[in-house]
């Protein structure tokens, strides 16, 4: 066994000498750069240490004094480079082991009592992170006497030493938090991933001890590669005694956030060509909407809009700072078993990033984020929901009806601004939800009313109904020949347990396909933008009154995405004419349905705004005929007898004229004084 002083030697050789396939200097380099940008650490590569056997075996399987041997050795060259720099940053400076591009990374579910007091690496997903708060390296004490102790410290637990190092008497010590030296302590969890969780199993999470220049670098959402040290820490019961339960938690040596785009998952150059041939061939678009879902049968127009969803359009920031968002949201209500949750389901998993979640066992805390109080520390927490996790990728979220009015309201902010505000707790944070929503929810009455307008038909707030890009209605309709290619398309799936025409690309392709295509920026081409401005100004002009609404500038914002997300779903680099002819098409289709107004059988908006043209004079008419029965006096006004009036007018039938005394006296702006009898606000 080597002395320290000779690993030392051997470790500054090693800094000292290795050089990098150019043939420079790596790591001396480094250290003279680190001087020069103010860092606190070097970053070495694991793969740069395979031909130093001794010192890579020694840092995996004695880490902890491998890691302290190798900060002095660097330690030592930097102070003889730049020694007041060194000496500032005596007690920050460490080295980082990184994995390198062959390295191992061992998943949250494989770290168990083996790999315990070993160096890994593990890969993850961050879902909180408390507050920094300082800890103590080197505590010093103060006895009755006056006499001073310092004693290192280790762990998160403060020791106090049991004797005096200068009148030998066991005394009681006092900190002097003025000689201590302090360093910057945070804790994170790390999750499994979504996508490397086994069906049916609980995510695997650990707590992450994050010290000096580590803090405040990863945040709720992020992914990230972590090396560190596992080590234990026993679980106390409510009394004094210790448990022969530990808990595993790991020491951060360094980690790497993984980039916000979609590249977490690696693609060959062979891989490149394939989808650069895909997207050439006659009738690209088509094949790749057959892809989408291919158990389902039919529903071209929603699988198209989903293709473009997942595909997205690249966010603009504008230079004060505003975000225009690139994310497109659809809502498909539907009549129940009409596969809707199979669309979701495909939509998640195949998206680079996606979460599928529940609105009936969904909170606005586990959709948003929320501040929690860690059990084993008592500090504060900011644990990040699904829409925050699914950052720049697509949150599924079925049975968004069940979902409680205050929990659907927390979806506002996070589906137009794309941030999720906290304060609570004295934690006021701002977190990063660049997420599509995907959203299934089914009709009020059980099954959609054509005869009536879609506000009508669904349980959402007008807020969160607007700011959908696009919503499809699926309705369950008997017809024998549709009927009986479903139904065959399912005994064949049962039958055989697979297709019986083999999507044009397969899951993994098509998963390849779409982070190909996502790395794309479109522009807008002349023609495009003359197209898609036609079309709005058309629209716009198509109002026969103007207090109509027909689109507005949000549509006109979709029209865009939505044009953008077909050029990168071809490889474009400018959106053509085509393009923007598919968007405004998919746009006009859901106009024609939920933005036609059932009464007069015009497109008006004022449906997805709360009451279109025809409702609102109607509501005149009413609060008008209303007003003249109350008189000068306003006196107190019989129902029945205002229900009379509403017909005699020719504009209400029985049903419409009851409907409306309903309505006014729920909306508050008239309210029953006795019974049968009403008065205005």
Request: charged share 30%; glycine share 8%; proline share 5%.
């Amino acid at each position: 066994m080597k002395t320290e002083g000779k690993q030392i030697e051997d470790l500054e050789n090693f800094i000292n000498t290795f050089r990098d396939k150019s043939g420079r200097v790596k790591y001396r380099a480094k250290l003279s750069q680190i001087a020069a940008s103010g860092s606190k650490s070097l970053v070495v590569d694991f793969d740069d240490l395979v031909s130093y056997t001794e010192i890579s075996t020694r840092l995996t399987s004695e880490p902890e004094e491998a890691l302290e041997s190798f900060d002095k050795a660097a330690y030592s060259i930097l102070s003889n480079e730049s020694p007041e720099f060194a000496k500032s940053i005596e007690r920050d400076f460490h080295v980082r082991i990184s994995p390198g591009e062959t390295g191992e990374v061992t998943p949250l579910r494989e770290v168990t009592s083996k790999k315990l007091h070993k160096l890994i690496t593990v890969s993850g997903m961050v879902v909180r992170t408390s507050e920094l708060k300082p800890l103590a390296v080197i505590a010093a004490f103060t006895c009755k006497a006056g006499h001073p102790n310092n004693e290192p410290q280790k762990g998160i637990i403060l020791r106090r030493p049991i004797k005096c190092g200068e009148c030998e008497e066991t005394r009681v010590f006092e900190l002097d938090e003025k000689r201590t030296e302090f360093i910057d302590f945070q804790v994170i969890r790390l999750q499994e991933l979504p996508e490397e969780l086994p069906p049916g199993q609980l995510p695997q999470a650990l707590d992450v001890n994050l010290t000096g220049d580590l803090v405040n670098t990863a945040r709720p959402g992020d992914r990230l590669n972590l090396t560190g040290i596992v080590m234990t820490e026993p679980e106390y019961s409510q009394g004094s005694n210790r448990l022969r339960i530990f808990r595993s938690r790991i020491e951060a040596n360094n980690l790497e956030v993984l980039g916000k785009g979609p590249r977490d998952i690696t693609i060959s150059k062979d891989d490149e060509s394939l989808v650069e041939a895909l997207s050439k061939k006659d009738n690209a678009y088509g094949r790749l909407i057959q892809s989408i879902a291919p158990s389902v049968h039919g529903h071209e127009t929603e699988k198209e809009a989903i293709l473009l969803m997942l595909l997205g359009s690249p966010s603009r920031v504008l230079p004060d700072g505003n975000t225009l968002r690139g994310d497109l949201n659809i809502l498909l209500v539907g009549d129940p078993g009409t596969a809707k949750s199979e669309l979701l389901k495909y939509a998640s998993r195949v998206a680079p990033r996606g979460l599928y979640t529940s609105g009936r066992g969904s909170t606005a805390a586990g959709l948003t984020a929320a501040v929690v109080r860690d059990k084993a520390g008592g500090m504060m927490m900011l644990e990040a929901g699904a829409i925050v996790l699914a950052d720049q990728g697509i949150a599924a979220i079925d049975e968004f009806d069940k979902m409680r009015s205050e929990d659907r309201n927390a979806l506002n902010e996070a589906m137009e601004q794309q941030t999720v505000s906290v304060a609570k707790g004295g934690i006021v944070a701002t977190l990063n939800a660049r997420t599509s929503i995907l959203a299934a929810l089914n009709p009020l009455l059980g099954k959609y009313d054509p005869y009536r307008n879609i506000f009508e038909n669904v349980n959402l707030p007008i807020p969160l109904l607007t700011r959908f890009d696009l919503i499809f209605v699926i309705r369950d309709s008997p017809d024998r020949s549709r009927d009986e290619k479903v139904a065959k398309h399912i005994l064949e799936l049962h039958r055989r347990g697979r297709y019986e025409d083999e999507p044009p690309l397969d899951f993994d392709m098509l998963r390849k396909y779409l982070i190909q295509a996502k790395m794309i920026d479109p522009v807008l081409s002349k023609e495009g933008e003359e197209k898609i401005l036609d079309y709005y100004l058309q629209m716009r002009s198509s109002a026969s009154d103007e207090s109509m609404i027909t689109v507005t500038p949000r549509q006109l914002e979709g029209l865009i995405r939505l044009a953008t997300a077909r050029a990168r779903s071809l490889l474009h680099e400018t959106v053509t004419e085509d393009d923007a002819i598919r968007g405004i098409n998919l746009m006009r289709r859901m106009l024609e349905t939920v933005g036609v107004d059932v009464k007069t059988g015009k497109i008006d908006l004022g449906v997805l705004h709360g009451r279109p043209l025809s409702e609102r004079n109607l509501l005149e008419l009413a609060i008008d005929t209303f007003k003249s029965l109350e008189g000068p006096k306003k006196d107190a006004v019989e129902g029945k007898r205002f229900v009379d009036e509403l017909i005699n007018s020719g504009k209400f039938g029985q049903e419409d004229a009851q409907r409306m005394l309903s309505s006014l006296n729920r909306s508050g702006q008239i309210y029953e004084v006795k019974p049968g009898f009403y008065r205005k606000l």
